[in-house]
């Protein structure tokens, strides 16, 4: 179910009929379709929206419209509702952004803004995309997501911004760099001529050049007032007299005016202004429900309003939908609860009804976001509750995050006390947006709420919503106990038909059995989730449940079906750039790598680091990204790299506190050890971190193959008694190295012939290749008497071109007539930096932080004692480093 997208919100107002010629405007706002931004700010009623409006329909450009409400505070929507405006230029644009940003973990807004722009490059045509009423928004997020996106324009894109206040954008650093056309109150306002010609041939009236003059000066040009002024002045028998009485404050005068318009109408249109006040946005059949009254049409009656120039602005062709301007709406709006105290002395009632009643309307029509928007209004909590669970999918899941949580936050103690599952779905929407201080709070408030409650069942499943969520809250801290343990009282308590919950917490008791090494009941969990979750129609759980699926499918070395549900995960998540696509890309990178296809493997490697760095640093994917990429340099010849990538990867696993990460970081850091020879190092590695087969390697390199196969048989026996297939083919596989070191050559290949028979069906190939000419020995002594030839044929093909590869590599470095002489990676910075290369272009072609590549650069200037690129480089070619 998608989020409805109100079209009016999206349609470009057409010019009004005889307005005021600006010429001088016009060619400002032609001049800046040169630059990225356009923006026009000033106080209400300048005539902001008009002249925008005139300017496109002269053919400026082709042109996209956003009318923004507060609605649009919520990051989520904001940016469903900008990629809806682009789609009307071109359907297609953000088809995928759509789908991500309504998805119930939505990425972050790069990654969604990067996903849109690489869309948007794709548009071929200059065009224009307008946001008007910028000034309704107060969200930090907002302004952040519209910060990337100026500072990211494609050139073909133009962004205007109407606003009554300067957006929290950096306005001064688009101005230095010419990026920014300002058009502001002082370029707004009428001047005399404009004003004569407003006054006179505009609105009809027959003023003096003296009355125009002093009208002009009273407003000060204000397009707004001089509008309220001619609308008194109509009928008024001495406008001179009536020019002259205007004293006071600018806004002493709009409020005359205003009240002066608004009590010259009957009394039934003014009632029907005052009560749908309320409305952002009015159209005959809501209006009706609103006021409920049949001896009038509302939509006749919004029809009279726009013929009268009451203020009202029709926002499609068909005047179906309407808006107040928005001054008149708060003047409405004051005067509705003043009229109503009153008259019956409970203005909160009676108000609340108006909301209530529009609240059914919106729903009636399926557009739950606004109807819960006039519940919380009305402060009607149960239908704002219910509104907000929402037809099958919450509100929440449909851009409606920040308006929900900030209705929770704004109810009392006391009501959120009344009702307990307020605090649960308080506590699952910080879950949701990605929040953890405040969850454990609010679920104890949900069950101190709960006490003395009667054992029902709609208690006892709030009870399992409440473990639910404190299952998932110890899965962003790896707590496999305290998962199992709230998991399964989750189940216990939750209702047989809340199977979206029930999905959830299979699934986190899933990842427990899996992080406890328990891999068969873990599938057993998965697939239960899987057939929850479908029934429940939830398709992220499904997701979740799948990716873990292919998880166990790759431990029992079942690499072809694995890699099929990996590539499963990818289909469903479409072009959602979520952490879970960079999981199943590293995946994929992995059995890639097994496979020996080293460049797709790469590929995948990249797609999943890319990913995993549009994410918060603090999540683990990215030292796995690193590992498994340090991994192929070290299978590419590439020791520098590797090394570097491992200390990268070690350092963040510990600032991040993954403990439970540092031991691959740690396996991957024993072989390029080994390799360099520093035994030592690499004997310190495994021992400190309790790595079996590490452990074994180093009893080998140290010529104590004795020891290595003592390590190994313990293991052995540990792996197969848990069943884990993959350790167990590992150790096999050292095993039969150990032995062929330890002078049993039978014996090895006996057990060599085990391994490949198991190897076999998942096509496994670096697992052996990787063991280096031990292993190619092994092989070639198995092929001598015959034993499966093609498989075994194969792997020898691949060792000898590794052979080739490593004698190509093998070149010494340059001499360096240094005192301190470069290192193997400093070296290759040095080279890219030859070639021209930024450090963001360094930083991701050697998978390097920003910041460490800068940081080689200070090394290099240090060492070759210059300031700056150009004068290493040069400094470089003198000393025949390059």
Known sequence: MSTPILATKLYIPPPRPHVVSRPRLLERLNEGLHRKLILISAPAGFGKTTLVSQWLAGGARPAAWLSLDEGENDLTRFLTYLVAAVQTLAATIGAGVVSALLSPQPPPPASILTALLNDLTTISDQFVLVLDDYHLLDAKAVDQALTYLVEHLPPQMHLVIVTREDPQLPLARLRARGHLTEVRAVDLRFTPSEAAAFLNQVMGLTLSAEDIAALERRTEGWIAGLQFAALSLQGQPDATSFIRSFTGSHHFVLDYLVEEVLGQQPERIQTFLLRTSILDRLCGPLCDAVLLDASASGQATLEYLEHANLFIIPLDNERCWYRYHQLFADLLRLRLHQSIASSTGDEGKS??????????????????????????????VERAERLM?????????????????????????AVLDTRPSLWVRYASLLLVNGQTTGVEEKLQAAEAALQGSEPDDMTRDLVGQIAADRATLALTQYEAETMLAQSRRALEYLHPDNLAVRATAHWTLGVAYFLQGDRARARRAYTETIALSQAAGESFTTILATLGLGNIQEADNQLSLAAETYRRVLQLLGDQPLPLASEAHLALARICYEWND??????????????????????????????????????QGDVAGAAALLAEAGQSARQHNFVDRLPEVAAAQVLLLLGQGNLAAAAHLAQMHELPISQARVHLAQGDPSAALAM??????????????????????LQAVALRAHGEQDQAVHLLCDAL??????????????????????????????????????????CEAEQQKSENNSYPPPAQPLIEPLSQRELEVLHLMAQGLSNQEMSERLFLALSTVKGHNRNIFGKLQVQRRTEAVARARELGLL
């Open 757 to 798: 028979s198991l190897a076999e069906p998942g096509g496994f190939i670096r697992l052996f290749v990787d063991e280096g000419r031990p292993m190619a020995h092994l092989l070639s002594e198995a092929a001598a008497i015959g034993l499966m030839p093609d498989y075994i044929g194969k792997l020898l093909s691949v």
């Open 351 to 380: 108000i609340a009804e108006l909301h209530i009643r529009a609240s059914q309307w919106y729903e009636d029509h399926d557009l739950e976001i606004e109807a819960f928007h006039h519940a919380a209004a009305a402060h009607d």
């Open 712 to 733: 190994l048989s313990s293991w052995r026996e540990q792996v197969e008694a848990r069943g884990w297939q993959d350790e167990r083919l590992k150790v096999m596989v």
């Open 598 to 635: 080293l460049e797709a493997a790469l590929a995948h490697g990249r797609q999943s680091l890319q990913l995993a760095r549009q994410f918060d640093r603090a999540i683990d994917r990215f030292v796995l990204c690193e590992v498994l990429l340090a991994r192929l340099q070290l299978a």
């Open 389 to 413: 669970e929402g037809e099958g999918i919450p509100l929440h899941f449909r851009g409606a995050v920040a308006p929900v949580l900030h209705w929770l936050e704004s109810l009392p103690k």
